[in-house]
């Protein structure tokens, strides 16, 4: 296990690339598993999300050739194998096998899963969609079972908005018998990628994007290319950063629009901002003010970037109320943020943050993949070294931080823990 440490003050400059989008990949890959000949992706990121996927994919028959950033995956050989163990409780957005294995062979049975602690988030809304398709699901010793006769189109209306059920829904229902509306769909870029890669495979899908979607159930899905959008959380977590602490920093590979409502908001505490048409450049101001936020289903203010926003008021004149209405367990980075000497206090689904104070280097520890980005940004602008460990939290979504980082001009670094070290932190 590795630690990380950020010696603060450093300001940043230069440019840096964005990788494929981490909430596309997750869903990419299992939607493979409905083709019948090689489906080819392109740009995908780096990161220990996708080598875990990549893995599952080949544990029920699949073939799997990575050849830069190109991944091959040869769905052919894949059986409806159980995962109900093992590497599939490792992330969250392993239920995604659950509509494709149900799409492809009408049958599966996966681990329920994991990823990261960010309060309840149930699947009820995934097990009503394959229930309205004819599926028949049950809870047994902590996997989902899942059975079909055959799948029928359907009419499902989800009671809330998500992203999770309105993708797996797509997967089981483009080989449906039938028609299936989805009503009260999720809206996000990565829905319209996932139903651009099916749409490629020969699936007929209308309205992603909207909170409508129609699907035509098709007979076959062939193999295809398709290359990833540009992560829009990884790009709004650079621009936050240079935000932040940038003197002149370019982003490249990013789709502004995705970006709207963090730019609108940068905008509004004085951040000087330019958009190009796959670029960003961002310059950080001496005087930032305080702005509330809110975070919303897309089109509103992402609540990924919510915690490494939190970071950047610190900096800010003022007092900010950040609310987040998606993940109310989404706080677990403000006590460490509190142990660098920020000023902020949670009250109920709220942080109420006051500034502008200057953050101190501290040991910290990034309890989910986006508390990590924040803690990051936090010792970017810190006095001192900050030390950060949970680095597995943070390698599950960002592809090469550390040299992207180096590159801007941050001094920022890794270690190998030592056994005491690991002993007390998973204690």
């Known amino acids: 296990m590795q630690k990380l440490f950020v010696e603060g003050g450093k300001p940043l400059k230069g440019s840096v690339r964005i990788g494929g989008a981490k909430n596309s990949a997750v869903a990419l890959l299992p939607a493979t598993i409905l083709a019948d000949s090689e489906v080819v992706i392109e740009g995908l990121p780096d990161i220990s999300d996708v080598e875990t996927l990549s893995a599952l994919l080949e544990e029920i028959g699949g073939k799997v050739k990575r050849n830069g950033e190109s991944v091959h995956i040869n769905p052919a050989q894949m059986t409806a194998m159980p995962l109900p163990n093992g590497k599939v409780k490792k992330l969250r957005a392993s239920y995604y096998f659950m509509g494709a294995m149900l799409g492809r062979f009408k049958r599966a049975v996966i681990g329920l899963p994991g990823g990261c602690h960010l309060g309840p988030r149930p699947i009820d809304q995934h097990i009503k969609g394959f229930e309205a398709l004819g599926a028949t699901v049950t809870n047994e010793q902590g996997a989902i079972y899942l059975r079909a006769e055959k799948l029928v189109g359907a009419r499902i209306y989800l009671d809330v908005v998500s992203v999770g059920a309105t993708i797996n829904i797509m997967l089981a229902a483009v080989k449906a018998e039938?028609?299936?509306?989805?009503?009260?769909?999720?809206?996000?870029?990565?829905?319209?990628?996932?139903?651009?890669?099916?749409?490629?495979?020969?699936?007929?899908?209308?309205?992603?994007?909207?909170?409508?979607?129609?699907?035509?159930?098709?007979?076959?899905?062939?193999?295809?290319m398709h290359t990833i959008i540009p992560d829009r959380i990884e790009a709004g977590t650079y621009t936050i950063m240079a935000a932040a602490i940038g003197e002149d920093v370019l982003i490249d590979n990013v789709i502004p629009q995705h970006l709207e409502p963090l730019l609108a908001k940068l905008r509004e505490m004085g951040v000087e901002i330019e958009e190009g048409e796959e670029q960003?450049?961002?310059?950080?101001?001496?005087?930032?003010?305080?702005?509330?936020?809110?975070?919303?289903?897309?089109?509103?203010?992402?609540?990924?970037?919510?915690?490494?926003?939190?970071?950047?008021?610190?900096?800010?004149?003022?007092?900010?109320?950040?609310?987040?209405?998606?993940?109310?367990?989404?706080?677990?980075?403000?006590?460490?943020?509190?142990?660098?000497?920020?000023?902020?206090?949670?009250?109920?689904?709220?942080?109420?943050?006051?500034?502008?104070?200057?953050?101190?280097?501290?040991?910290?520890?990034?309890?989910?993949?986006?508390?990590?980005?924040?803690?990051?940004?936090?010792?970017?602008?810190?006095?001192?070294?900050?030390?950060?460990?949970?680095?597995?939290?943070?390698?599950?979504?960002?592809?090469?931080?550390?040299?992207?980082?180096?590159?801007?001009?941050?001094?920022?670094?890794?270690?190998?823990?030592?056994?005491?070290?690991?002993?007390?932190f998973q204690s």
């Open 280 to 424: 960003l450049r961002i310059r950080s101001s001496s005087h930032l003010s305080a702005v509330d936020i809110k975070t919303l289903v897309h089109p509103g203010f992402p609540t990924d970037l919510q915690q490494p926003f939190t970071s950047l008021l610190t900096k800010a004149e003022g007092t900010a109320i950040v609310t987040d209405t998606i993940y109310s367990a989404r706080f677990k980075h403000i006590d460490e943020l509190r142990r660098m000497s920020a000023q902020i206090k949670v009250e109920g689904a709220s942080a109420i943050v006051t500034g502008p104070t200057k953050l101190q280097g501290a040991k910290v520890r990034a309890s989910d993949l986006r508390a990590g980005a924040a803690l990051i940004i936090a010792g970017l602008i810190a006095d001192g070294i900050t030390e950060i460990t949970g680095l597995e939290h943070i390698d599950r979504g960002y592809e090469c931080l550390t040299d992207k980082l180096s590159n801007l001009g941050a001094v920022i670094w890794r270690e190998e823990m030592s056994e005491q070290e690991i002993e007390q």
């Open 178 to 224: 039938g028609k299936t509306v989805i009503e009260n769909a999720a809206r996000e870029p990565e829905i319209i990628d996932v139903a651009t890669l099916l749409t490629s495979m020969g699936a007929n899908i209308k309205g992603a994007g909207t909170d409508v979607i129609r699907i035509e159930g098709v007979e076959k899905l062939s193999g295809c």
